[in-house]
């Protein structure tokens, strides 16, 4: 083949590689459901990035005069028991709740992906075995495998985020493992092998790019996940430990105070209730957006 016409080739995988990210842009700003996800996504990522800059005051300085003070210009979201500014404890919170999520998110996708492509990839008795083990690793409930991590490691926030990551490991690790069984025997998984392409090379360089599109759905909807289970076991006393500005801390210290200053619980709860939500929608709308199949 002449220059010419590798030169034109390339350009005509470039143009069509192109029209292909157009398609996708054009699907995920044609999706509502998406793109207030994203926004509310980027809005909790922005919280954490300059919520300490927005914060007007010290989180965790104790100011008693001013204790259980109602919402005002001088507290924007009140003061909690012991006078400290609720507005710039759930600013802080922001940054501990994103930690928390990309983190764990983390942990779970290098462990699901790893078992997942060596099981997926040599099947036989490899996949049976890491089969069976996911199978027993799924017999326990995922909050109470967190809650039994926390309660080995001690009570802590890193050690949260690592019981978070172990109990998504196995939602990974079968979501891999049926991509990459029905991805192994495609023809390019063929042709490299023929050139001479290594199994490592073959896993991480032309399976796995190639079946990325689920990972990211369900990073997307375990990221709010391990936001509420994250916010449920410092609820517990089993997470962020006084005086943490942590929001399911924060509800805690709160619940004694419902009746007499209700908006301890109400700010940090909106906050949880919120974000949430819009990670759920940027997950489902992204699974709408990179199927295939509801656009054929």
Known sequence: MSAHALTLAGGGQGRRARTRREIVWGRFLSSRLTVVGALLMLGLIGLALFGPALAPRDPIAINTPDRLQAPSLAHFFGTDEFGRDLF???????????????????????????????????????????????????????????????AMLGPSLDNVII??????????????????????????????????????????????????????????????????????????????QPPTPEWGAILASGRVYMRQAPWITVFPGLSIA??????????????????PRLHD
Do not use: C, K
Request: zero cysteines; charged letters at 15%; hydrophobic letters at 60%.
């Open 88 to 150: 710039s404890r759930v600013l802080y919170g922001a940054r501990i709740a994103v930690r928390v999520g990309i983190i764990s998110v983390v942990v779970a996708m290098a462990g699901g992906i790893v078992l997942g492509l060596i099981g997926g990839f040599y099947g036989g008795l490899v996949d049976t075995v890491l089969s069976r083990l996911l199978e027993v690793w799924l017999a326990f409930p995922g909050l109470l495998f967190a809650i039994a991590v926390v």
């Open 163 to 240: 019981a978070l990551g172990l109990e998504a490991v196995p939602a990974y690790a079968r979501l891999v493992r049926g991509s990459v069984l029905s991805a192994r025997n495609e023809q390019y998984v063929e042709a490299a092998r023929a050139l001479g392409a290594r199994d490592a090379r073959l896993m991480w360089h032309h399976i796995l790019p190639n079946i990325i599109a689920p990972i990211i759905v369900l990073s997307s909807l375990r990221f709010g996940g391990a936001l509420l289970a994250g916010a449920g076991l410092s609820f517990i006393g089993l997470g962020a």
């Open 274 to 291: 919120i974000f949430v939500l819009g990670v759920n929608m940027l997950g489902d709308g992204l699974r709408d957006v990179l199927d």
